[in-house]
C-alpha cells in the first residue's frame, strides 16, 4: 500500500517561511516523480512543483518560481518544500503526488498516489 503523508503547514505571517515535508512509504521513491499541488477554498487544485526521480530537475510555477524549493531524499523516502517570502495569495491546502515515471506533469490526472495535504495560512 502507497501513502504519503505531508506535514509542516501552519499560521505564519507574510514573508515567514515554512517547510514542508512528505514522507512517503510502500514505494521506492526514487523511481516516481514527486509534486507539491494546493487548493484554496472554492478553487482548483493547481500544479506548484515537481522533481524528476534523481532530483536533477526541478519544475516550478510562476507564481512560486524564485521562492519556493523542492528537493528530494530518496534515502529517506522524504520530499520538501522550502517555501519563503510567503504571501497571503499563498494559503492553501498543499498536497504531496506522486507518479511513477521520468517525466513530470501539471495536471492532477497525471498523478494517481495523494496525500491528506497540509494547511497553510499567511496573514497580512
Known amino acids: 500500500q502507497v501513502q504519503l503523508v505531508e506535514s509542516g503547514g501552519g499560521l505564519v505571517q507574510a514573508g515567514d517561511s515554512l517547510r514542508l515535508s512528505c514522507a512517503a512509504s510502500?514505494?521506492?521513491?526514487?523511481?516516481?516523480?514527486m509534486a507539491w499541488f494546493r487548493q484554496a477554498p472554492g478553487k482548483e487544485r493547481e500544479f506548484v512543483s515537481a522533481?524528476?526521480?534523481?532530483?536533477?530537475?526541478?519544475y516550478y510555477a510562476d507564481s512560486v518560481e524564485g521562492r519556493f524549493t523542492i528537493s528530494r531524499d530518496n534515502r529517506k523516502n522524504t520530499v520538501y518544500l522550502q517555501m519563503n517570502s510567503l504571501k497571503p495569495e499563498d494559503t492553501a491546502v498543499y498536497y504531496c503526488?506522486?507518479?511513477?515515471?521520468?517525466?513530470?506533469?501539471?495536471?492532477?490526472?497525471?498523478?494517481?498516489?495523494w496525500g491528506q495535504g497540509t494547511q497553510v495560512t499567511v496573514s497580512s
Open positions: 510502500g514505494l521506492t521513491l526514487s523511481i516516481y516523480t
Open positions: 522533481i524528476n526521480w534523481s532530483g536533477g530537475s526541478t
Open positions: 503526488a506522486a507518479r511513477p515515471g521520468r517525466s513530470y506533469y501539471t495536471e492532477r490526472a497525471k498523478y494517481a498516489t
